[in-house]
């Protein structure tokens, strides 16, 4: 890179950094330096859409989850139109769509393709491999905790599990249940933001 290029690149920080992220967004469709610039997980690309999202967002005001990048996280909180498997048009300002769990935005018919209801009773896969993946609760007409799972972490999961020698499948368990434990800690804290900005919303 040349030096009129990085000082190029330097006032284009600047320039951009006082835009909104819907605009920055608009903006890495325009060329493939801007794409390349604004879709990178640098330091300073990150730094650009945090201070602008703070800057001019009061949703979300959480931080970004471990998993996402600043990018990414904004659309998929206020962005996001279409499914992300088949892009089907979806309104993520519901909450429905957005699956924190499982970190994907879905219409239901490929939700329902792409996970699996486990009742309490079921033995379609290990037990102790259910505390090992992330699950979204919901109570069904007869009483029964219904938990639903993204089919592809459970095969994964379980993959994984029958692989390992008996001596270090415990070990394994709990580092995935502490990591379970701990994203869905989280997701309960991007929930309350989704319900917070909806009632303000609506009122």
Do not use: H
């Not at 996970?115 to 079921?122: E, F, P, V």
């Not at 994964?156 to 270090?168: G, H, I, M, S």
Request: with cysteine; glycine share 0%.
């Amino acid at each position: 890179m040349s030096f009129m290029e990085i000082i190029e690149n330097e006032i284009l920080v600047k320039i951009i950094s006082y835009l909104l992220p819907q605009d920055l967004y608009s903006l890495t469709l325009i060329n493939k330096r801007y794409r390349s610039l604004l879709w990178s997980n640098s330091p300073t690309t990150q730094t650009i859409w945090r201070n602008s999202r703070t800057q001019y967002l009061t949703y979300p005001s959480l931080p970004p989850p471990l998993w996402m990048s600043e990018q990414k996280y904004i659309w998929f909180t206020l962005l996001a139109r279409s499914c992300q498997l088949c892009s089907a048009p979806v309104n993520v300002q519901n909450i429905f769509p957005k699956n924190w769990e499982f970190g994907i935005i879905c219409c239901t018919k490929c939700f329902d393709q792409n996970t699996i209801s486990i009742i309490r009773d079921d033995q379609i896969y290990p037990p102790i491999l259910l505390t090992c993946v992330p699950s979204v609760q919901r109570c069904v007409d007869n009483g029964n905790a219904l938990r639903i799972f993204w089919r592809q972490d459970l095969v994964t999961a379980e993959q994984e599990f029958l692989y390992l020698f008996e001596n270090v499948q415990r070990s394994w368990v709990e580092q995935k249940q502490k990591r379970v434990l701990e994203l869905m800690e989280q997701v309960f804290e991007y929930k309350r933001q989704d319900l917070l900005y909806l009632i303000n919303r609506n009122l």
